[in-house]
C-alpha cells in the first residue's frame, strides 16, 4: 500500500504481511516454549547461578522477534514505514509516560516489582493498537 489513496493490497503487500506473520509467529511460539520452560523447570527462587542463565534464556526468541521486526521494516514500501515509524514513536512515547509516573510515584513510596513489565505492556499495547487501526484504515 502506497498512500491512504489506495484500498486494497497489493499482491506484494499481501505476501510481505505473510512472511512478516510466519516469522513472527515462529518468535512467539518460541518465546512461550521457552517461557514455559523456564517456569517449569527453571528454579528461578533457588540458589546458584544457573538461575540467572534460566531467567535469560526467553532472550533467545526475543532477538529473533527484534531481527523479523528489523527484516519487516527492510521489505515495506515508504507508506508503511512511515506508518510503522508513527507506531513505534507513539509507542516509545507511551512508554516514556508509563516510565515517568512509575518513577514519580516511587518517589512518594509505591514499590512495583512488576513496573518494567507495566512499561513494557503499555509500548506493546500502542503499537498493536495502533497497527490495528492502521491496517484497518481508521487513521
Known amino acids: 500500500m502506497t498512500s491512504k489513496l489506495d484500498t486494497t493490497y497489493s499482491r506484494g503487500d499481501r505476501a510481505r504481511a505473510r512472511a512478516y506473520a510466519r516469522e513472527f509467529a515462529v ?26 542463565v534460566w531467567a535469560l534464556l526467553p532472550l533467545i526468541p526475543t532477538l529473533w522477534l527484534v531481527v523479523v521486526v528489523w527484516r519487516h521494516v527492510q521489505r515495506v514500501d515508504e507508506y508503511q514505514r512511515q506508518l510503522l515509524l508513527r507506531q513505534l514513536a507513539a509507542a516509545f512515547a507511551a512508554m516514556v509516560g508509563v516510565s515517568v509516573t512509575l518513577g514519580l510515584l516511587s518517589f512518594a513510596g509505591l514499590s512495583m516489582t512488576l513496573a518494567p513489565w507495566i512499561i ?12 490495528i487501526l492502521d491496517s484497518r484504515g481508521s487513521r
Open 120 to 131: 513494557y505492556g503499555a509500548g506493546m499495547l500502542t503499537w498493536g493498537v495502533l497497527a
Open 27 to 52: 518468535g512467539i511460539v518460541a518465546y512461550v516454549l521457552v517461557i514455559g520452560a523456564v517456569i517449569a523447570w527453571g528454579d528461578l527462587s533457588g540458589p546458584g547461578w544457573q538461575r540467572y
